[in-house]
């Protein structure tokens, strides 16, 4: 079974997320504690794609998280945002992003957009 980690700390969005992804046989971690724990997961776990909300509470935004991430590891990422700002595009665009899907989105187009990339 394929392996998503999920960064929305939005309970009612990351829920929502969790129940879709299921539908379609994904398992779901959702992690929106610090961003040293969800640093560690993605180095220690399996997960084979993360679903990260480009402005989360913590300290590091998504993309700056991402930044850090991509220091030992490829593992495709899609971005959630409800931001459409070139700047944040760009900014996005430096980390190698496998997608991003502009808030509110469809969660059969979050189904397609997944199965693309795990």
């Given at each position: 079974m394929k392996h998503i980690l999920v960064t929305e700390d939005e309970y009612i969005i990351s829920s929502s997320i969790k129940y879709h992804c299921e539908l379609l046989g994904y398992?779901?971690?959702?992690?929106?504690t610090?961003?040293?724990d969800i640093i560690e997961a993605v180095r220690t776990g399996q997960y084979g794609?993360?679903?990260m909300?480009?402005?989360r509470s913590n300290n590091l935004?998504?993309?700056?998280?991402?930044?850090?991430i991509?220091?030992?590891s490829s593992i495709p990422v899609i971005y959630l945002t409800g931001e459409t700002q070139s700047s944040l595009q760009k900014r996005i665009e430096k980390t190698y992003p496998?997608?991003?899907l502009s808030?509110?989105?469809d969660y059969s187009e979050l189904g397609e957009v997944i199965q693309r990339y795990i």
């Open positions: 398992k779901v971690t959702i992690d929106c610090k961003d040293e794609l993360i679903l909300k480009v402005y935004d998504g993309i700056e998280l991402m930044e850090k991509r220091t030992f496998a997608d991003f808030k509110p989105f």
